[in-house]
């Protein structure tokens, strides 16, 4: 009896045994399964976010191809339409002028039909400008066809880099806000490429290949529109929560994460909609703005604007010139100068691209406008300095690759980086577009205007004026722009907010200490 009951206990323990370790394996089993559905998740969303970012930056190829596309365009233009050089001018700076129209009526197209189909007008407006362009018989009918170009130019432009802000983790927003960019500098090259590829025909073809190649990219847009979701923070605008909360599950890695995007998302609608403001129209809000919103449209509207007073489109449109004025006489060799821009300034922008989120934007925009003022100062000094030959030209290459390089490492990204997070959610496309529309009007000023100042100062005189305004640049992004790096764009709203709070706490702290001391003084008189 006693060796049963003995051996009973023995074969209990050993089933217990067992089957503790069938319950932690199937925990583990379990927890593991946990893991790799987790993985699984976050690299298919990883896999979704950056294709809605790719096909909703093929707008910006758009905008890039045609400012490298007509640097060599409009030699051959010149010499198959007899025009002068002040129509070439205005030929190369109508663009961006009239694209600022594209990107006021952009803004508030977006509000109302939403920001993907806002993308998908842009491309049919260009579309249409690209036709009338390759096709026209005289200079009257090509600025037509550009007017239309530069409208749908003023669409995307605006539009893409909202979207991408808006459907972006907190995480990698600033990698992923930062691919129009890379699209624009990607269309640049292509534009670059396709001066020199087609410059072996006559004069009357050439230039109308180059610009119907430009079609192509709008192309594409048309079936990215069947893939890319609309933005979820418009969406909640619209109270289509559901249909937000179902994109936010395929841009977010967590039921968690979704959940409180998705809170932080309606907590701003619901400010941005309760009564205070529906007696301001948007604007009236951005004509008198509070203390708050005013420092959000000075960093947004400044960075824009200085961006392209720096001079990068003079360098970008006008880089033949740049050349010729070193000593490079051959249209060849003068359009393959130009492509080693293009390489340069496509290569550098990967650096924003991997580094935005991990070091912050204002890391990368300090390296950015102290490199462009040295070798901004440095084109005007060789110019000014050397005669004419190939030392010269050498210096001219290397220092325009270097100032498109460190404007493609921080000020060429991060401004629209930078312009997409900082508006609160219902003024945020608006209000961009008033960022976008002084870029365009800057843009439009420099490139409209930069040989005639180059024939009253000099090239070189012309490059010290870019460097002056781009050491301004440097104090402004000290004194006005913030980091951004890992917020939320609910949160970084509420930073701005707290930010003028703060100031003003700091005042009335200011003054009680004052008055503490004139008491202390009085006292110790007494």
């Given at each position: 009896m006693g060796f049963q009951q003995h051996g009973n206990r023995e074969v209990g323990l050993s089933l217990g045994t067992?089957?503790?370790y069938k319950r932690m394996n199937s925990e583990l089993r379990e927890g593991y399964d946990d893991v790799l559905h987790q993985e699984d998740r976050r690299n298919s969303t990883r896999k979704y976010v950056i294709a809605c970012a790719i096909f909703a930056s093929l707008n910006n190829v758009l905008l890039g191809y045609d400012v490298g596309v007509m640097s060599g365009a409009v030699i051959f233009i010149k010499e198959d339409l007899k025009i002068s050089e002040v129509k070439e001018e205005f030929l190369v700076g109508i663009l961006s002028i009239v694209s600022l129209l594209g990107s006021l009526g952009g803004g508030r197209t977006s509000d109302i039909i939403g920001r993907k189909w806002t993308m998908a007008i842009a491309a049919v407006i260009f579309q249409i400008g690209s036709l009338i362009m390759t096709l026209a018989p005289s200079f009257s009918i090509l600025m037509i066809g550009r007017l239309l170009a530069g409208?749908?130019?003023g669409f995307g432009g605006l539009i893409a880099p909202i979207y991408i802000a808006e459907i972006s983790p907190n995480t990698t927003r600033g990698f992923l806000t930062t691919f129009p960019e890379i699209f624009i500098n990607l269309g640049i090259l292509l534009g670059y490429v396709s001066n020199y590829a087609f410059s072996g025909f006559s004069a009357?073809?050439?230039?109308?290949i180059m610009l119907a190649v430009g079609i192509l990219?709008?192309?594409f847009i048309g079936f990215a529109l069947f893939i890319i979701p609309e933005s979820p923070r418009w969406l909640v605008m619209q109270n289509r929560i559901q249909e937000a909360r179902s994109v936010l599950l395929k841009t977010n890695e967590s039921d968690r994460e979704v959940e409180e995007r998705l809170?932080?998302?309606q907590q701003a609608a619901g400010v941005a909609n309760c009564e205070n403001y529906d007696e301001k129209p948007v604007w009236y809000e951005l004509l008198f703005p509070s203390p708050s919103l005013r420092r959000m449209m000075i960093?947004?509207?400044?960075i824009q604007c200085f961006q392209q007073i720096s001079g990068i489109d003079a360098t970008v449109y006008y880089s033949p010139e740049i050349f010729k004025a070193a000593g490079i006489e051959d249209n060849a060799k003068l359009l393959a100068a130009t492509v080693a821009v293009g390489v340069t300034k496509t290569l550098f922008i990967l650096v924003a691209f991997f580094l935005i989120d991990k070091k912050g934007r204002r890391p990368l925009l300090f390296v950015s406008t102290i490199g462009m003022t040295l070798c901004l100062f440095s084109i005007g000094a060789s110019l000014s300095l050397f005669s004419q030959g190939s030392f010269v030209i050498a210096l001219a290459i290397l220092f325009v690759c270097g100032n498109v390089a460190f404007f493609s490492v921080g000020l060429g990204p991060v401004c629209w980086v930078v312009t997409s997070e900082i508006f609160p959610l219902r003024l945020r496309a608006q209000a961009s577009a008033l960022g976008a529309v002084r870029n365009r009007v800057c843009s439009g000023l420099v490139a409209m205007s930069f040989l005639s100042v180059s024939r009253a100062i000099t090239?070189?005189?012309?490059f010290f004026v870019f460097a002056a305004v781009s050491s301004l640049a440097i104090v402004f992004v000290y004194m006005f722009v913030p980091e951004t790096k890992g917020k939320s764009l609910e949160q970084i709203e509420i930073m701005?907010?707290?930010?003028?709070?703060r100031q003003g706490c700091e005042m009335e702290l200011g003054d009680v200490e004052v008055e503490q001391l004139v008491k202390d003084k009085t006292v110790l008189t007494s």
């Open positions: 067992k089957n503790k409208v749908g130019i009357h073809i050439n230039w109308r990219p709008s192309v809170a932080e998302i960093t947004g509207i400044g090239v070189a005189g012309a701005f907010k707290n930010e003028h709070e």
